[in-house]
């Protein structure tokens, strides 16, 4: 479900554009069919597709968790209401400061990712005089042939390579103020494969009992990644949940029985929200150049990067013309407005005949849009997002103003109180 033509162009008539849409409704629908498939997972919302905060608080107000990879991604979860003890903090960089927060704050675990940031969460620890909950990630030895995966069974600067388990296990043992409270393990993105999943799964489990054997420690949580996939062109076909959920449900049983306390885990970004956003963008002006029609929009690949970037991509999106035209359709370049011949997020896509102050509407894109473009490459800055819930509409995030562009540019002097806090990180 999307939303309708009407609804976008009301909101488009009212803001402006280039904007992004979100869909309440179906983003709390999304949730509520994850958790009726697969009842005995512990959902995780990953910020990195979208941060925004109500995009944050409408899921997390389902009762899922949130996974975050830096400071403001912390930040956006507190201000969006999220407990600190349903956050789990991810990412292979963590600065001093960001370990301090998430000690402090208390979250549910600080996903370690090398054996130097465990010596450093445990120097921290000690200091504030509290036991931190860990969680190892592995980058495990296993991959699942076949599979479109990118993030393990090779070289890579994410988790702990498995080989070096037991002397992540032996570090955190000999710790102070340490205790190892989860595994987690992500394979890679854009999983369409119910199977793959499974088989994921499995060994990851599997790798959660090497553990429990090693460690003798009872983990609070094992995180079996996530990444599932979400189709966007004709070539591709939509996650089948349902059966996901009947294949998954006796391997889930099964470990559950094995270590009744340990929670299963599962984080996803793309899944939860791509399908509930809609890019909008308006033609300026319309050309043909040397017999190909071009339609410029005020927004393209710098609010929408994925719609422009690989050829499949291209394709991929659905791209549509909102509200009704009579005509027959002719193929249109439509191209953003960056002085790079990269911007164009559709080539000779087949719609009716466009004109200047048409809408176009690109679906099945709340995912990886404004936070993961090059929104400010020639200046042009955020869009604004607005919020769709039944009948209200509520704007979510402003466009970019003068003071927002200009204000951090202002020169000053060096050496305020505000450069010092960056010197101060023990070695
Ligand atoms: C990117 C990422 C996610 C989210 O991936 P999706 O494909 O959007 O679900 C989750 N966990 C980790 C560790 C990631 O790096």
């Not at 009726?36 to 995780?44: A, I, K, S, T």
């Not at 030895?141 to 995966?149: D, K, Y």
Request: net charge negative.
């Amino acid at each position: 479900m999307t939303l309708p033509d009407d609804i976008l162009t009301r909101v488009a008539d009212r803001v402006g554009t280039p904007a992004f849409v979100y869909d309440a409704v179906e983003l709390r629908h999304g949730v509520a069919r994850l958790k009726f498939v697969l009842p005995d997972v512990d959902f995780f919302y990953s910020l990195k597709a979208n941060p925004n905060v109500s995009v944050v608080r409408t899921l997390t107000s389902q009762g899922i968790g949130a996974e975050v990879c830096s400071l403001f991604e912390i930040e956006a979860c507190l201000a969006a209401g999220v407990a600190p003890e349903r956050i789990i903090f991810v990412g292979p960089a963590k600065s001093q400061q960001e370990i301090e927060l998430a000690i402090s704050l208390g979250l549910k675990a600080i996903v370690a990712e090398s054996l130097p940031e465990l010596k450093l969460i445990d120097t921290v620890a000690a200091r504030k005089g509290v036991c931190q909950r860990v969680a190892l990630r592995i980058n495990p030895s296993f991959h699942t042939p076949g599979a479109r995966l990118s993030m393990s069974g090779k070289a890579t600067q994410f988790g702990i390579d498995e080989t070096e388990i037991e002397a992540a296990i032996a570090l955190i043992a000999e710790a102070d103020s340490l205790r190892l409270s989860g595994l987690h393990v992500y394979m890679g993105t854009r999983i369409l494969d119910y199977q793959v999943i499974v088989e994921n799964s499995r060994d990851i489990l599997a790798l959660a009992r090497r553990v429990t054997e090693i460690s003798g420690e009872i983990l609070d949580f094992v995180d079996i990644g996530g990444g599932f996939g979400v189709a966007h062109g004709d070539h591709e076909a939509d996650l089948d949940l349902e059966r996901l959920g009947e294949v998954l449900a006796p391997v889930l049983r099964a470990a559950k029985q094995d270590a009744p306390q340990t929670s299963i885990a599962i984080e996803l970004g793309r899944y939860m929200v791509a399908r509930a956003g809609s890019f909008l963008a308006r033609v300026r002006y319309t050309k043909i150049s040397k017999g190909k029609r071009f339609a410029i929009l005020d927004g393209g690949s710098n609010c929408h990067s994925a719609a422009g970037q690989a050829a499949s991509f291209r394709r991929n999106f659905p791209i549509s013309l909102v509200g009704a035209k009579t005509g027959g359709e002719e193929p249109w370049s439509l191209a953003g407005p960056l002085c790079t011949p990269t911007d164009v997020i559709a080539h000779d896509l087949k719609i009716q005949n466009l004109e200047a102050r048409d809408l176009i509407r690109v679906d099945r894109s709340g995912a990886y849009g404004p936070t993961a473009s090059p929104v400010n490459f020639l200046s042009f800055g955020m869009p604004i997002e607005v919020m769709v819930d039944g009948t209200e509409m509520v704007v979510i995030r402003e466009r970019l103003d003068l003071a927002g562009y200009l204000g951090p540019q202002v020169p000053r002097p060096l050496e305020r109180d505000e450069d010092r806090h960056q010197l101060e990180e023990i070695a």
